[in-house]
């Protein structure tokens, strides 16, 4: 039986390097790469937090630039628990269909015209939350961060900014981590809303059915909420940890 699960775990950790073309060491030299090279990130350095030692990526998922200059910066907007699989291009087209599984097969960004706030049938706790997390979005050996390590992170101090362009962005630790404005996909209409002014980013904790963790931060109150809960078929953004 060990033996067996041992295999498993080599077969996993080499799918894993092969589909991403990356390992778990250190990245601090080289680039990270995903979609098959498409886009390429680098590791911030480590930030020292109360939830332990957190090493985020330089960009969000999608983005190609990390500069709060441009929209480049934004990203793509997920819908929660889905595999990067296009639906959260901010070209991709709309479907009112809810998948009946995990796996979505198209490229479509999910309307929740009943406001069931999920995309899938079926909620689905482990899509990106605990051991299996089967439709990681993130390069290999990256993830999802926790609430708490958002909470843990924001707790070093943190300044809502203004770019040149006008673009709203939050500043954490003295700009050790930098957050964009990239707004917000409505799973009611799949209509874009407060592109520059506010941000939405997910948490991989699972709070109740159709819900899961965020931390959202607006230019009005300059202020954020790390306590906030989203539903999952809406599109935010994500910044992935590296995993422990």
């Given at each position: 039986?060990?033996?067996?699960?041992?295999?498993?775990?080599?077969?996993?950790?080499?799918?894993?390097?092969?589909?991403?073309?990356?390992?778990?060491?250190?990245?601090?030299?080289?680039?990270?790469?995903?979609?098959?090279?498409?886009?390429?990130?680098?590791?911030?350095?480590?930030?020292?937090?109360?939830?332990?030692?957190?090493i985020f990526l330089d960009r969000n998922l999608g983005?190609?630039?990390?500069?709060?200059?441009?929209?480049?910066?934004?990203?793509?907007?997920?819908?929660?628990?889905?595999?990067?699989?296009?639906?959260?291009?901010?070209?991709?087209?709309?479907?009112?269909?809810?998948?009946?599984?995990?796996?979505?097969?198209?490229?479509?960004?999910?309307?929740?015209?009943?406001?069931?706030?999920?995309?899938?049938?079926?909620?689905?706790?482990?899509?990106?939350?605990?051991?299996?997390?089967?439709?990681?979005?993130?390069?290999?050996?990256?993830?999802?961060?926790?609430?708490?390590?958002?909470?843990?992170?924001?707790?070093?101090?943190?300044?809502?900014?203004?770019?040149?362009?006008?673009?709203?962005?939050?500043?954490?630790?003295?700009?050790?981590?930098?957050?964009?404005?990239?707004?917000?996909?409505?799973?009611?209409?799949?209509?874009?809303?407060?592109?520059?002014?506010?941000?939405?980013?997910?948490?991989?904790?699972?709070?109740?059915?159709?819900?899961?963790?965020?931390?959202?931060?607006?230019?009005?109150?300059?202020?954020?909420?790390?306590?906030?809960?989203?539903?999952?078929?809406?599109?935010?953004?994500?910044?992935?940890?590296?995993?422990?």
């Open positions: 039986m060990n033996k067996i699960k041992y295999i498993l775990i080599l077969f996993l950790t080499i799918s894993c390097c092969c589909v991403y073309g990356q390992g778990y060491d250190a990245n601090f030299s080289k680039p990270i790469t995903t979609e098959n090279g498409k886009f390429v990130y680098y590791e911030l350095p480590p930030i020292k937090t109360e939830a332990g030692i957190l983005a190609t630039s990390s500069s709060m200059e441009t929209s480049d910066s934004w990203g793509d907007l997920y819908q929660w628990g889905r595999a990067t699989d296009g639906h959260e291009k901010r070209l991709s087209d709309t479907t009112f269909l809810i998948s009946n599984t995990y796996d979505v097969g198209n490229n479509k960004f999910i309307i929740d015209e009943h406001r069931a706030n999920d995309w899938i049938e079926t909620p689905d706790d482990d899509l990106w939350n605990g051991d299996a997390k089967r439709n990681n979005p993130c390069p290999c050996g990256y993830r999802v961060p926790t609430q708490k390590e958002w909470r843990a992170v924001m707790d070093l101090g943190y300044q809502v900014k203004t770019s040149s362009s006008g673009y709203y962005y939050l500043s954490i630790n003295n700009t050790q981590l930098i957050l964009p404005s990239a707004g917000l996909r409505n799973a009611y209409t799949g209509n874009f809303q407060y592109l520059g002014t506010r941000g939405y980013y997910w948490a991989q904790d699972v709070i109740s059915h159709g819900l899961s963790g965020c931390i959202d931060f607006n230019k009005n109150d300059i202020t954020t909420n790390v306590t906030v809960y989203g539903f999952r078929a809406f599109g935010r953004s994500v910044r992935c940890v590296k995993d422990k």
